[in-house]
């Protein structure tokens, strides 16, 4: 299938964490009784950083679950495991290249093709977000023992014994800002809108979920600022200018639009 890339939408802003963060940096599920779990951190700054694809992870699975019904793919067989048999993670998949465009959602984010089918890349990036430099300043200064981080002692009660499971979690503090960002590639002028929208939609939905580990226990509420949205025709990309059009919200994507609308004509 032929990809015509008509530019990129290139989104910035900050994941501010209104409680405690959680990112595992191995296994989520932790035995009960397990000392501790450590969040994942940038090998060369020691840094927690979030990955970027625990925040596409997050916001394709909330989208699915906001669209599945509407899509009509709620409860049938779309559905692929990507976990492991004991740790089932199920996701909707479309088979083909050919529903996968038809698909807002793996128009997004990429499906795998099985039994034949060819794969469907994301037109999604999601980078790696990292702490802001004013949040790797302010945690410097903290003093838990730990860096850049703080313990959250928690007692898990086994509900058949009754018996105290004592257990330490490593998370990022409240008020710990990230920057993160998003590439979007623009291939055809039908679907800009609606991923766009279906974007913002994801990113809202997180606000009213949680990143991470442990949301149902008051982990991982983050609030998402957009500072940024710049819409980079491939005609700027090829010259030496880079023309970019920049708005501020995802609710001004008309005026986003009209970029690509422009360049495109007799393409
Ligand atoms: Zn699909």
């Known amino acids: ?4 890339i008509l530019g990129k939408v290139q989104i910035n802003g900050k994941i501010k964490c209104l409680t405690g963060l959680h990112i595992g940096a191995s296994k989520e599920n932790m035995e009960i009784g397990a000392i501790d779990s450590p969040v994942v951190r940038d090998p060369v700054t020691r840094q927690p950083y979030i990955p970027g694809s625990s925040l596409k992870g997050k916001m ?4 699915e679950r ?3 019904v509407e899509l009509g793919i709620a409860g049938t067989t779309k559905r692929r495991n990507i976990g492991t048999r004991n740790n089932e993670i199920w996701i909707h998949v479309c088979d083909s290249a050919e529903d996968a465009l038809q698909c ?5 984010f990429g499906s795998t093709g099985h039994n034949g089918g060819k794969n469907f890349p994301a037109r999604l990036a999601v980078r790696d977000a990292y702490l802001t430099g004013d949040s790797v300043e302010k945690l410097s200064d903290i003093d838990t023992g730990l860096q850049y981080t703080e313990w959250k002692f928690e007692n898990a009660i086994d509900r ?8 330490q979690l490593e998370r990022v503090p409240r008020g710990a800002e990230f920057d993160f960002e998003l590439i979007y590639n623009v291939e055809d002028l039908h679907t800009v809108e609606e991923d766009l929208k279906n974007l913002a939609l994801a990113i809202d939905l997180i606000t009213l979920d949680s990143l991470g580990g442990h949301g149902s226990r008051g982990y991982g509420k983050v609030d998402i600022v957009i500072e940024c949205i710049k819409g980079i025709p491939v005609e700027s990309l090829k010259s030496d200018t880079i023309i970019a059009v920049e708005i501020k919200s995802l609710k001004e994507l008309s005026s986003l639009i009209t970029t690509f609308r422009g360049k495109s004509s007799g393409a």
């Not at 299938?1 to 015509?4: A, F, G, L, V």
């Not at 058949?160 to 257990?167: D, G, H, L, M, W």
């Open 104 to 108: 807002p959602i793996c128009r997004i």
């Open 60 to 63: 394709r699975s909330l989208l």
């Open 1 to 4: 299938m032929d990809k015509n």
């Open 66 to 68: 906001a669209l599945s």
């Open 160 to 167: 058949v014994t009754s018996a105290a499971n004592p257990r």
